[in-house]
């Protein structure tokens, strides 16, 4: 069961005029509560990436786009892609003769 975890000015909104009414340890006692949760705040889990299946906008058939791949491309700044390889290996394919006969 996940304990829900204050804030400081969440506290004193819960708590109010409730600081006022405590004893100096007993305060000293909240703020270290409050300041071991803030502590212990994590960044939310990094997204666990998973194979991804992907329609091909050229010739519409499902390919799989691998955890590896999906890395490659993070770590590139590449967008996520909507061509098979088949497919960009054909366009390449075509462009780089069209180059030759210039």
Do not use: S
């Amino acid at each position: 069961m996940d304990e829900k975890k204050y804030t400081m000015a969440e506290l004193l909104a819960e708590f109010g005029d409730g600081f006022d009414k405590m004893e100096d340890d007993e305060e000293e006692v909240v703020i270290e509560q409050v300041e071991e949760v803030e502590e212990k705040k994590v960044e939310p889990e990094e997204k666990v990436l998973k194979d991804i299946t992907i329609k091909c906008k050229k010739c519409e058939q499902d390919f799989v786009w691998t955890v590896r791949d999906q890395e490659f491309y993070k770590e590139k700044g590449f967008y996520k892609p909507t061509i098979c390889k088949d497919c960009r290996k054909k366009i390449k394919t075509v462009n780089n003769f069209h180059k030759i006969d210039d």
